[in-house]
C-alpha cells in the first residue's frame, strides 16, 4: 500500500474513532446524569465509558497489584489527558483532582465534571484556601486520584511531588493513600524503551496543543501501559516527607 493510501487510511480510522467517541457520549451521558439523579449512581456509568474508549483507541491496560478501594487516595504520575480513561477503567469510583483551568477546556471540562472531578487553584498563593476546599469537597466514598506532579510528563522520569495537597491527608491519619505508576510501554506499536521519542505519540505534555495531538492520536495504532498499584504509605504528620514517600515509591517501579 502506497503511503498516500496509508495517509489517507489513518485519516479514515481517526475520524471514525473520534465519531465513536462523540456518538457513545451523546448516548450515555444522559443516561449517567439520570443515574445520578435517581439511583444516587454517579459512580456507576464513568468506568463503562472509559472502559470503552480504551477500546476504541486501542489502548490497553494491565495491572499489578491490589486494585485501590473505595475511600483510598491514589497518588501517580501523569503523562497525558488519557491516563484519566485508564486509571477510571481499572480504578473502582474513581475522583480525580485537577487544575481549575481543565474545566473550561471545551468538552472536556464538561466530561470532567460530569466524573465530579474537584478542580483546584494551583496556585502557591492558593495553596491554603484549596487544601481547605479540597477537604470539604472531597467524596469520601470515592476513589480520590491525585497527580501530585502538578503537570504532565514525557513518562521518564517522576517530577517531585508538590506537598501541599498532602496536608489534607496528614489530617486524616486513618487514610489510606496507595502509590501508582503508571508506565507507558508502547505507542503506535512501537517499544518506547527502543524509540523514547515514540512517547511524544501518548504523552501530552509541555507546549503541546490538545487538538492536534488528539487527532494524532486517532490516526494511531493506539498505546500500551502499564499501572502499578503500591502497598499503601503510611500516613505521617508531615505533609512534605509524605509526599516525598510517595514520589519515591512511584518513581522506583520506573524502568531504568
Not at 474513581?94 to 487544575?99: E, P
Not at 492520536?217 to 504528620?237: C, K, N, S, W
Request: aromatic share 8%; charged share 20%.
Amino acid at each position: 500500500m502506497s503511503a498516500a493510501a496509508l495517509t489517507a487510511m489513518g485519516r479514515l480510522w481517526a475520524i471514525v474513532k473520534l465519531t465513536l467517541f462523540v456518538l457513545l457520549t451523546l448516548i450515555l451521558a444522559p443516561l449517567h446524569l439520570l443515574l445520578r439523579a435517581v439511583a444516587k449512581r454517579p459512580d456507576l456509568l464513568p468506568r463503562v465509558y472509559h472502559r470503552v474508549l480504551l477500546r476504541i483507541f486501542g489502548i490497553t491496560v494491565t495491572v499489578e497489584g491490589a486494585a485501590p478501594a473505595p475511600g483510598d487516595v491514589v497518588v501517580c504520575n501523569h503523562l497525558s489527558y488519557w491516563d484519566v480513561l485508564a486509571l477510571s477503567a481499572v480504578v473502582p469510583a474513581a475522583v480525580f483532582v485537577a487544575k481549575k483551568d481543565v474545566a473550561d477546556w471545551p468538552l472536556f471540562g464538561w466530561l470532567a465534571g460530569l466524573q465530579d472531578t474537584v478542580f483546584i487553584d494551583r496556585a502557591r498563593q492558593a495553596a491554603k484556601t484549596e487544601v481547605a476546599g479540597l477537604a470539604k469537597r472531597w467524596p469520601r466514598d470515592r476513589t480520590l486520584i491525585v497527580f501530585p506532579e502538578g503537570t504532565s510528563t514525557d513518562g521518564r522520569a517522576v517530577l517531585p511531588f508538590k506537598s501541599s495537597l498532602f496536608a489534607v491527608f496528614c489530617g486524616t491519619p486513618e487514610v489510606v493513600i496507595r502509590p501508582a505508576s503508571l508506565i507507558l510501554e508502547e505507542v503506535n506499536a512501537v517499544d518506547v524503551a527502543a524509540r523514547p521519542g515514540a512517547r511524544d505519540g501518548y504523552a501530552w505534555y509541555g507546549e503541546m496543543e490538545l487538538t492536534p495531538h488528539l487527532w494524532a492520536f486517532a490516526r494511531a495504532r493506539g498505546a500500551r501501559l502499564r499501572v502499578i498499584f503500591h502497598p499503601p504509605v503510611a500516613v505521617t504528620g508531615d505533609r512534605k516527607d509524605l509526599a516525598r514517600t510517595c514520589q519515591e515509591r512511584v518513581a522506583a517501579a520506573l524502568p531504568a
